[in-house]
């Protein structure tokens, strides 16, 4: 609109007007009295040559355009590049939360073994306590999972401009067999559990 206006500068204005006019006059021989009549008429200017000031006008107004065009540009660019490299991230980190969810799971398995075995004759303590340990220790690889999928999602809100909750993502957890009690929907699964028995 700038520009439309910076140019209108070089074209012709056209003005028309109209009036009424009512008015006395005192005449020697005649003697007072009252003239009215209509005024209608038509006033154009044209400023041909004003030294280029509105040429310049009109290129700083063009740059000035082009600059907000280009920099729109870059914008959509920037966060299209974010919210893709934050969308990826999240996919990565519910990868890594599915396998080691499952990974606590076998670990899980392989402590109830080691129990059976040992309480059949057939394995050690040490077994028991190597298991145990190994239960542990995927439990908090899975902590550590279920943080980095909470950042990734927190992330890829902030890129968004959304809340966590309106982006609504679901998991492949929640296609899971539902006897499974390992598997769970993404909002479930990326809350710590409350001590680390619970699975």
Known sequence: RQYVLDRSATRPHVRAFSGYEVYSERDP??????????????NATWNIFDGFATKGRMQATRARREAAVQALAAARRSVASEVRSAFFDLQQAQRVLESETKNVQTADEALEMAKSNFAAGLGTQLDVLQAASDVTRTRTTRLSA???????????????????????????????????????????????????SQR
């Open 29 to 42: 021989e005649v003697g007072q009295e009252f003239n009215y009549g209509g005024v209608v008429g038509i």
């Open 146 to 196: 279920i943080y980095l999928h909470n950042v990734g999602l927190a992330r890829l809100a902030h890129v968004c401009a959304s809340s966590a909750e309106a982006l609504d993502f679901g998991s492949d957890f929640k296609n899971a067999n539902n006897g499974n009690r390992n598997a769970a929907h993404a909002a479930d699964v990326a809350k710590p559990p409350e001590k680390l």
